[in-house]
């Protein structure tokens, strides 16, 4: 049984649940995955040990349910003022620029997506995305498009997908870390740097 929307919509119940998913977001984003023990984000929560299994089944659950939201986050982010109907690079840019900008002012989501990427949780969630049978999303779809279009090199979605995003993370943690400033124009030029390296 999903346990995860299991709440009352009482204040108190939702206050506990965001607060579990906030310390475990933190202790993630700090300490990786076997530094947060269900022990201690209930420590870090306020709240008893047995707390959180009234919302989550267990570690598992509770992490893949905070980079559901935190994916889903993302695609909010990029989808707003998303052109649509535009050429395949205004779309791009578009949601490469929206990305970096959310990633830069949300610092623990990003480190969140990098430790749970880097662990058993995100090889499996990529596995399913690019080779399982679920419904594409937009960001897939237009990288399809580019394909087909031979706007794209003929290369695997993998591929292309590291060689547009995978930069951008790097520059977003070395923006957090002080090593780099971002400012809109460097932004823009970094995002269509992005692009210039999936190009034919």
Not at 78 to 105: C, D, F, K, N
Not at 120 to 128: C, F, K, N, S
Request: proline share 4%.
């Amino acid at each position: 049984m999903d346990k995860s929307h299991k709440c009352d919509k009482s204040d108190k119940c939702l206050e506990k649940r965001e607060a579990i998913i906030q310390a475990a977001l933190e202790l993630v984003a700090e300490q990786g995955f076997h530094g947060a023990p269900m022990a201690m984000i209930a420590e870090k929560a306020g709240v008893g040990a047995g707390t959180i299994y009234r919302y989550f089944e267990n570690k598992d659950d509770l992490m893949r349910w905070i980079y559901k939201n935190v994916e889903e986050r993302f695609v909010e982010v990029m989808m707003q003022g998303y052109p649509e109907h535009g050429p395949v690079r205004e779309r791009l840019v578009h949601i490469g620029t929206a990305l970096v900008r959310h990633l830069i002012s949300e610092p623990l989501q990003l480190r969140f997506v990098e430790q749970f990427h880097n662990s058993p949780y995100g090889i499996d969630h990529r596995r399913e995305k690019i080779f399982g049978q679920q419904k594409k999303d937009i960001i897939s779809e237009l990288f399809d498009e580019a394909v087909a279009q031979q706007i794209f090199k003929p290369l695997e979605l993998a591929i292309l997908f590291s060689l547009f995003f995978g930069p951008l993370v790097d520059i977003c943690r070395d923006h957090i870390l002080g090593f780099i400033k971002l400012d809109d124009v460097l932004i823009e030029q970094v995002v269509g740097a992005c692009w210039d390296a999936l190009r034919r």
